[in-house]
């Protein structure tokens, strides 16, 4: 059987500076990976390849049985300085993910899945405020509430308890997870340090 | 002067979004833009005469056109240098070019605008004065001309207050829609 994500011979080069260098991963359907290593050794990179937003010099990413050629919903990311949209508010930052990627859905089901996703990070009483009145913890809840709404094939972060403290994170991690077979394996590969979450949509 | 102002803006805005993000078109109009924005205004009245037929018509003309590059080069400005993560939330949630613009470009934009449109409005000002004195029949530029031809100084100097203090008034209804939309 085909691991969901799948990472072949991944190489990175910035002209002659090799970032990453033929890693191989295969991740299966509801496993939760973290990956960690010393700093500027090409996490975000490689999260940025997984993602489809950088293409690798060599190897190919292989999401559920297809090429990741472009960025996409699928791949969904929380990305390390959380890149809420700073005029929106709370609520219009996860409204309008949602709205581009879930076109099928009526008005009133957007409501309740953002206003689901919200209350499940414990932001929902801060939905009218503007990302730069909350603290930069509940950014990156929000940032992660955005990225559950749209119902990733594939969860994305990117130092994500670099700002939350520990207990949140781990409630989040947890209420996340409880839709989420629960992680059942954990890799460490010295060159790379970054959180890779996994989980597959259909357990929603 | 107003009509002038606006047509300009009408010009210099979506212009701006298009040259901010495109580098083709940056590299097409780059040369243009920096050759036709250091004309004098009263340069343009003869093309305008020459055009339009009509001197009201052609002192529009030169305000419009005097005033669009302030405005057309902040939007420009800020159209271009939208920030990589904003670009990135936009392809990773897969908006679309009219999402993208609204949601991202546009808000992101609309500051860099405002204080090109600051700069436009004090120009358009300034021009409407030296084009109405070209132009002639109309308008506190004109009436400053024949004030002067009549010898009477008083009304000079009382125009000139009037025109700065009009022009601070625009100045500063600007900068209050600016520290509007500052974020």
């Given amino acids: ?12 080069s910035f002209g002659s500076y090799t970032v990453l260098k033929d ?3 295969l991740i299966n359907k509801g496993e939760f990976i973290s990956l960690t290593g010393h700093s500027g050794c090409g996490k975000s990179t490689l999260l940025s390849i997984v993602a489809g937003l950088t293409e690798p010099t060599t190897g190919s990413v292989i999401l559920d049985g297809k090429e990741v050629v472009s960025p996409g919903p699928d791949g969904a990311v929380v990305f390390q300085n959380y890149s809420l949209l700073p005029w929106l508010s709370v609520w219009d930052n996860v409204m309008v993910a949602v709205k ?83 992680p059942n394996s954990m890799l460490k590969i010295k060159i790379i340090k970054f959180i890779l979450l996994l989980y597959s949509s259909k357990s929603l | 002067m107003l009509t002038g102002f606006f047509i300009g803006a009408l010009i210099a805005i979506p212009l701006g979004f298009l040259i901010g993000m495109s580098g083709k078109l940056r590299a097409m109009f780059n040369p243009i833009i920096q050759i036709l924005r250091p004309v004098s ?19 529009v003309f030169s305000i419009a056109i005097t005033s669009l ?21 936009a392809k990773v949630f897969g908006f679309s070019t009219l999402r993208y613009l609204r949601y991202v470009v546009v808000p992101y934009t609309l500051p860099f605008m405002l204080t090109g449109l600051k700069i436009s409005i ?45 022009g601070f008034i625009l ?13």
């Fill in chain 1, 1 to 12: 059987m085909r691991a969901y994500l799948e990472i072949f011979n991944v190489s990175k």
């Fill in chain 1, 23 to 25: 890693i191989n991963l």
């Fill in chain 1, 100 to 182: 581009s990627v879930l076109k099928g859905l009526s008005k009133k089901e957007m409501e309740e899945r953002v206003k689901h996703y919200l209350n499940l990070v414990g932001v929902y009483e801060h939905r009218h405020k503007k990302p730069s009145r909350i603290s930069g913890g509940m950014n990156q809840r929000v940032a992660i509430a955005r990225a559950l709404a749209v119902e990733p094939k594939v969860l994305l972060l990117d130092e994500p308890v670099c700002a939350l403290y520990m207990f949140a994170t781990l409630r989040i991690v947890s209420s996340t997870i409880s839709f989420i077979s629960f």
């Fill in chain 2, 41 to 59: 205004p009263p340069a343009w009245f003869p093309i305008g005469l020459a055009v339009f037929q009509a001197s009201d018509k052609a002192a």
């Fill in chain 2, 69 to 89: 590059w302030a405005t057309l080069l902040n939007t420009a400005y800020g159209a271009f240098s939208v920030p990589e993560d904003y670009k990135n939330v």
């Fill in chain 2, 122 to 166: 004090g120009i358009a000002w300034m021009v409407i004065v030296a084009a109405e004195m070209l132009a002639g029949g109309t308008g506190i530029g004109f009436y400053i001309w024949d004030s002067w031809n009549a010898l009477n100084l008083n009304n000079v100097i009382s125009a000139i207050l009037l025109i700065g203090v009009v």
């Fill in chain 2, 171 to 183: 100045d500063y209804f600007f900068g209050y829609l600016q520290r509007r939309v500052q974020i």
